[in-house]
């Protein structure tokens, strides 16, 4: 690992002697290592400042319920928090079907026990500190605009950016006004199957929180489809599954043809993201990350045919 990012590690109260560190492979979003002392395994992942709150307090929350590791220390760029021995969904062994079951069962366990918790804790009381406030208010509804604003960086190209733009006004217009009415909960926003993790007791646990947002379920649900390169032909599947879990919650049923429409979103703002690491990745890696995009702007475009919406098809010609 580089020099600084081993000093800084270091430099943490909450360690004493490191003899180890080790790259910790699975997404794309941060830089994550499994930290070695001399009697114990630590997870330190490095998390933007603005994206921070969100991921402590989610983190706090789910750990307290036995759904997330337990956070040992954070500052303004680390979280360190237990290391849990065993395979993230990717890498484990468990057929499609297991893979989808657990995430939809974490999906639906963070949707209930986060709007629980959460409206609990807009209730004014003299235990929410003034970091649990910020923290609530760090969790923002979805804006499709805002998400893909954010998106569009300096070394996109104008013509494209345009382009995105254009998508971009078309997918709120798609999306924002069929939203009204359903149900909203806090939805994870990124359950990649890197992003749950299998101990050696095949117990699960759900890790990287900050995208979390308010929203329909159906955008979690999109998201796990999208992002899992999973078939459309498991969409029905999915829901069935979600609704059979989140019943018990007292959750609405879903609603397929608003599925869709956030897949749509899905597989355009994934795309986004990896093509934006392409123009900045070394070029040992560029070629990786612009075919993910493309992989996920195809998908765009075939779910666009489909259901033609008359949305603008993303340009694969990048």
């Known amino acids: 690992m580089m020099a600084h990012l081993l000093k800084s590690l270091q430099a943490l109260p ?121 923290a609530i208010n760090s969790i923002p509804p979805l804006s499709i605009p805002k998400h893909i604003e954010q998106l569009l960086i300096a070394e996109i190209s104008p013509d494209l950016r345009a382009t ?15 939203s009204q009415g359903f149900q909203q909960v806090y939805c994870h926003s990124d359950i990649n199957f890197s992003n749950v993790l299998l101990d050696a007791n095949q117990r699960s646990w759900l890790i990287d929180f900050e995208y979390a947002c308010k929203a329909p379920a159906e955008f979690d649900i999109a998201m796990l489809i999208a992002i899992n390169n999973l078939p459309l032909s498991l969409l029905e599947q999915v829901i069935f599954q979600y609704q059979q879990k989140a019943k018990q919650q007292g959750f609405n049923k879903l609603n397929k043809d608003l599925c869709n429409r956030f897949l749509l979103l899905s597989y355009f703002i994934n795309g986004l993201w990896y093509y ?43």
Request: net charge negative; with cysteine; aromatic share 8%.
């Open 164 to 178: 995105f733009q254009k998508i971009s006004d078309q997918l709120d217009l798609l999306i924002t006004p069929a």
């Open 276 to 318: 934006n690491k392409a123009l900045q990745a070394p070029c040992a890696t560029k070629e990786t990350f612009t075919n993910l995009a493309k992989a996920q702007w195809q998908l765009y475009n075939q779910l666009n045919d489909t259901l033609a919406l008359a949305t603008l098809a993303v340009p694969l010609t990048l």
């Open 14 to 134: 909450c360690f004493t002697h490191i003899s180890k560190v080790t790259d910790v492979k699975g997404g794309y979003s941060n830089q994550c290592f499994q930290v070695t002392t001399n009697d114990h395994d630590f997870f330190a992942k490095k998390v933007s400042s603005e994206l921070l709150t969100t991921e402590v307090y989610l983190s706090k929350v789910l750990a307290k319920e036995g759904l997330a590791p337990a956070i040992i220390y954070h500052d303004q760029q680390w979280v360190i928090s237990e290391f849990i021995q065993g395979d993230n969904l990717t890498d484990s062994h468990l057929s499609l079907l297991d893979k989808i079951a657990i995430s939809i069962e974490l999906m639906v366990k963070f949707h209930g026990l986060l709007s629980h918790n959460l409206s609990q804790a807009n209730v004014p009381t003299a235990s929410h500190t003034a970091t649990t406030k910020k």
